[in-house]
């Protein structure tokens, strides 16, 4: 029950603490740019079954694996990027915990 509630929890609140904190004159922008890093979700449609609970979906789909999280986090270095590399890695790092209870 604490699991969902957790990994939720990081997708939306971790993003919004951020875009707060780091981005305060405009943060309702810094906020939805973070969170469109969930549409890295669309890489589940291709699993089968498409919903696991006791799947981990880092390194396992497509959008999750090793090398597309160093790219997430190359995302954070040009200023340009900053905000979606900062969703995507929000995102991973929600995704972690989410696997951390399996």
């Known amino acids: 029950m604490l699991q969902p ?17 780091g981005f305060k004159s405009q943060w309702k922008t810094a906020y939805l740019i973070m969170i469109a890093g969930m549409l890295i979700d669309a890489d589940h449609l291709l699993a089968d079954p498409v919903f696991d609970p006791n799947r981990c979906s880092i390194n396992f789909h497509l959008l999750h694996s090793y090398y597309a999280i160093a790219v997430y986090i190359l995302l954070l270095l040009p ?24």
Do not use: E, N, Q
């Open 5 to 21: 509630i957790v990994h939720y929890g990081c997708h939306f609140l971790m993003p919004l603490l951020v875009a707060l904190v």
């Open 79 to 102: 200023k340009k990027t900053r905000l979606i590399g900062l969703g995507l890695v929000i995102h991973i790092i929600a995704d972690l915990v989410d696997c951390s209870f399996m």
